[in-house]
């Protein structure tokens, strides 16, 4: 593998006309959102209408399924992540495994309860159908159990980080992040490979610094990424939403997810009190 370094990304964030859009087709049900909160959909659609989506689209492709847009979000859903993701700091679960990870995560079962707005973006039908667009896929819903459907990782102590990894799905279809920049008051980075799963095309390393309201979106087991330890009196707070194309797993395969959830990320309280009503899992990575 070659080492990572700065490059220059393809951040096709400031163009012009619209292409077509798949339809949106993964998209049941809708969590509430607070008095006076954005509408995700029209807010979505405001800033897709900007860009060039069948460049998008090329980028996408070229990278093999990777785009980084350094201004995603508009300004009112940025401002409401970021009031969610301080609020939710008392929840955050902590873990570390050594040589591997060290940093804190909030699941969707909490955020279910305390920040329904991030659900709603989640499914928000303009979102799903722009990633449509991008993939070529019919991007599902993560199962309604899935601790990592969405998810807030926080990165608040010095040392917090994840080390190399690709985001594995143990779905059996192919699985998508979308990762949201909400607070980097920190010098972490995300560090890149792109290609590595490519015989064709030479590795190709990559760094970013992701804003408030910037956009990572990837094949989650087609990037070999990690995330930079954290410096005294830094935070770093990302969001991950995951779209799967096939919802089914295998039961060794739960087992296996259930119990990296629970040890690597939301602990064993949080991730076995859904085992009853599970029926399948993520075991990504938070970044």
């Known amino acids: 593998m070659s080492t990572p370094a700065q490059e220059d990304v393809i951040t096709s ?7 077509g859009l798949a339809p949106a087709s993964a998209v049941s049900g809708d969590a509430g959102a607070s008095a006076g909160a954005a509408d995700p959909d029209r807010a979505v659609a405001s800033r897709i209408r900007t860009f060039d989506n069948a460049k998008l689209r090329k980028d996408f492709d070229d990278q093999s399924a990777f785009l980084y847009l350094e201004d995603f979000l508009a300004p009112e859903v940025t401002a409401q992540l970021i009031a969610a993701a301080r609020a939710l700091l008392p929840e955050v679960n902590r873990n570390y495994l050594p040589g591997h990870k060290q940093g804190g995560s909030v ?29 070529g896929d019919r991007l599902l819903l993560s199962p309604a159990d899935d601790p990592h459907a969405y998810a807030l990782y926080y990165y608040t102590k010095p040392g917090d980080h994840i080390g190399w990894h690709y985001d594995t799905s143990y779905y059996d279809g192919r699985r998508y992040t979308l990762l949201l920049g909400v607070i980097d008051e920190s010098s972490c980075r995300l560090d890149y490979e ?3 799963r490519n015989p064709d ?19 989650g087991d087609k990037l070999r990424h990690r995330i930079t330890p954290a410096l005294e009196n830094e935070m770093r707070v990302s969001l991950t939403f995951e779209y799967v194309t096939d919802p089914n797993m295998r039961p060794w395969r739960r087992v296996i997810s259930n119990l990296k959830d629970a040890i690597a990320y939301f602990g064993f309280r949080q991730v076995f009190s859904q085992f009853a009503r599970r029926r399948g899992g993520n075991a990504g990575e938070g970044v």
């Open 201 to 219: 095309k030479a590795d190709e390393p990559g760094s970013v610094q992701i804003p408030p309201g910037g956009l990572v979106f990837f094949d």
């Open 107 to 135: 699941s969707r079962h909490t955020i279910d309860r305390l920040a329904p707005f991030i659900a709603q973006l989640y499914r928000s039908k303009e979102l799903i159908g722009w990633l449509e667009h991008l993939t």
């Open 13 to 19: 964030n400031s163009l012009n006309n619209a292409a």
């Open 194 to 196: 792109l290609h590595t």
